[in-house]
């Protein structure tokens, strides 16, 4: 690779992804939107060039790596990384370099090259919502813990302690609270033990290094039984002992660090919220009582620099205040789901200003208890529009094309009903054409709440994967493909949004079989295939068309999407949704929907400044 076209690629995609995140974030909106397409998408191009001229040809194998290319390659990776804030701008090309190195040190015998990656690709795998992965590639690192002494480099050693720590992390955000106390219980006797060497204990790592590491390690094994009680599980006596010791301990560290490291408010952002979460496990706060503790510590926490335990007080604040009201108050639903919605936009709002890894996934996760509280007092369709108007607040460019495939699929549902009825016996007790005939006012109306519902999932996904200056990876797409299982989760969490549950499960299904996925749906979704179908087409259309929100695949004419229909029909297709597009009509009405109606919803939301961010 030729060092200058790597530096020009480096700033390329940093310029890219300040006006992705302009585009995609609350408040940065979409005024001057033909100035600014014009110029994502020149600066797009250009890096899709440099891109496969320079480093596809590495990433497949087209060029062998060597200790100097593979220093080259981290540099891009880390190029995309905002060190400030922790968050990649393009987690994608960041985990696919990544992998390409970690078999590079694997194969040269690299443990401490290999650790640095099962590091950042656990990092990465975040992103994606892929818990699996995230967890599989700390464990991998953390396994080396025995060479650690071998490790010639500080920062070699660093990564392997935040594979180490991460794992933790990780395996409480996974609530497996028990496997998290087996760990930390096997992990510090070799810790202490290491450290303790006749070499002394701060050979390796310095105290605060030590000290950090300990944090880590306690704090997850608090949390992890203070989780456990709240789930009504018992905790043996020596555990529960142990955490108390461990909430002295913690404090203990964090005045050291507060003080020699000058990080003033650490204490409290990393001892006293812990302790409050043990005192929630133990029964001795309520979940509303524990929301108003956090809230205190949040306004004492003052201007620390602890950026993300700040951003978790407030955060979680709104969390606990959302599970009190979901399953502990006394209000009625309709009460309790009206302060939940209220809780959620706050939240909503709160997570759209910041740029931090996770947040749009913890954000949505909460409103799975909207859906539970307000199944009951509110219909399917109402249920899609209040989730749906949420999800805007986080990711305006999903909404927008959310808002696009129900147009879209109002029209073709319409004519369906007419010209082939049949494809929606099966749904509520149809047994006929003719009952669809006589329902179809009724059917139209809940493929338009399905279709609005379909890609709530995205949402949860980093903004990368709907803004990105390249064609998706195929790591990339098969990360983006748990979208259909966080849309899923948020609206079974009612009987009343089953059918939404399931078009957001199954919209990715082809129409012959084993094509598309997931390859194994629920019984009852079969009956809605024909639904299914419809806002398959639909989906197609606005994504393949929209080149306002979406830069990942070049832009096609409805024209083109249409005889792509055409040729996978009966494959991907329902042969007999596609011939429906047979209609001049419906073709000139949809190119009004992927145009004037598309456009008008991204200027509804141009509030503010042109400028990248």
Not at 107 to 136: H, I, P
Not at 336 to 350: A, G, M
Not at 574 to 588: H, K, Q, T, W
Request: hydrophobic share 40%; glycine share 6%; charged share 25%.
């Amino acid at each position: 690779m030729q060092k200058e076209r790597i530096e020009r690629l480096k700033a390329l995609t940093a310029t890219f992804y300040r006006y992705a995140r302009g585009l995609g974030s609350q408040g940065g909106g979409v005024r001057g939107i033909a100035e600014r397409t014009e110029q994502r998408t020149r600066v797009a191009l250009e890096i899709s060039e440099l891109f496969e001229s320079e480093l596809a040809p590495v990433l497949r194998g087209e060029i062998p790596l060597d200790s100097t290319l593979a220093l080259e390659l981290e540099d891009v990776a880390l190029s995309v990384f905002n060190h400030r804030r922790g968050i990649f701008y393009d987690a994608g090309l960041a985990l696919e370099i990544f992998s390409t190195l970690y078999m590079h040190y694997v194969q040269a015998g690299d443990t401490s090259g290999s650790v640095k990656c099962e590091y950042w690709m656990g990092r990465l795998y975040r992103y994606f919502c892929d818990k699996d992965n995230e967890l599989q590639h700390y464990k991998n690192g953390a396994a080396q813990f025995g060479l650690l002494a071998e490790f010639e480099t500080e920062e070699a050693r660093d990564f392997l302690l935040c594979c180490v720590c991460n794992l933790s992390a990780a395996l409480v955000e996974g609530s497996e609270y028990e496997e998290t106390l087996a760990y930390v219980d096997d992990i510090l006797p070799e810790l202490v033990a290491l450290f303790q060497r006749d070499e002394g204990v701060w050979a390796f790592v310095n105290q605060s290094e030590w000290y950090l590491t300990l944090t880590v390690l306690y704090t997850n094994y608090i949390v992890s039984c203070a989780d456990l009680l709240v789930s009504g599980r018992a905790v043996p006596k020596v555990k529960l002992d142990a955490a108390e010791e461990m909430i002295e301990k913690v404090r203990e560290y964090n005045a050291w660090l507060s003080k020699e490291l000058g990080l003033e408010g650490v204490g409290i952002a990393l001892s006293d919220i812990y302790e409050v979460r043990f005192l929630l496990g133990t029964g001795a706060l309520s979940y509303a009582e524990y929301a108003e503790c956090l809230l205190r510590l949040y306004d004492e926490s003052g201007s620390s620099p602890m950026l993300e335990s700040r951003t978790y007080f407030r955060e979680a604040v709104y969390e606990y205040r959302i599970r009190d009201l979901a399953e502990i108050s006394s209000a009625s639903a309709a009460e309790r789901s009206e302060q939940i919605k209220e809780q959620l936009t706050e939240l909503f709002d709160l997570c759209a200003g910041e740029e931090m890894c996770g947040e749009e996934t913890m954000a949505l996760a909460n409103a799975e208890y909207y859906v539970r509280v307000a199944g009951g007092v509110k219909s399917a369709g109402e249920l899609a529009e209040d989730v749906m108007a949420l999800a805007r607040r986080l990711n305006p460019v999903t909404a927008v094309h959310c808002r696009v495939v129900q147009r879209i699929a109002e029209r073709i549902a319409r004519r369906a009903v007419t010209a082939c009825p049949d494809r929606f016996i099966g749904y509520r007790g149809v047994s006929s054409v003719e009952d669809v005939s006589a329902r179809a006012d009724e059917v139209v109306a809940a493929c338009s709440a399905m279709a609005l519902a379909h890609d709530v999932g995205k949402v949860g996904s980093t903004v990368v994967l709907q803004q990105n200056s390249r064609q998706l990876t195929d790591l990339e797409c098969m990360c983006a493909r748990e979208h259909i299982n966080v849309g899923f989760r948020i609206f079974n969490a009612s009987p009343e949004t089953r059918e939404l549950a399931l078009a957001a499960l199954c919209h990715h299904r082809g129409y012959a079989p084993d094509v598309g996925y997931p390859v194994d749906i629920p019984p009852d979704a079969r009956l809605l295939e024909g639904f299914f179908s419809v806002i398959a087409l639909a989906d197609a259309i606005d994504a393949g068309t929209d080149h306002i929100g979406r830069s990942s695949t070049r832009r096609k004419s409805l024209n083109d999407i249409l005889g792509e229909m055409r040729r996978l029909s009966g494959v991907l297709y329902d042969p007999a949704m596609v011939d429906l597009f047979d209609d001049a009509a419906l073709v000139s009405e949809v190119q009004g929907d992927i145009t004037d109606f598309r456009v008008s919803l991204y200027v509804a939301d141009a509030s503010g400044p042109a400028e990248p961010i």
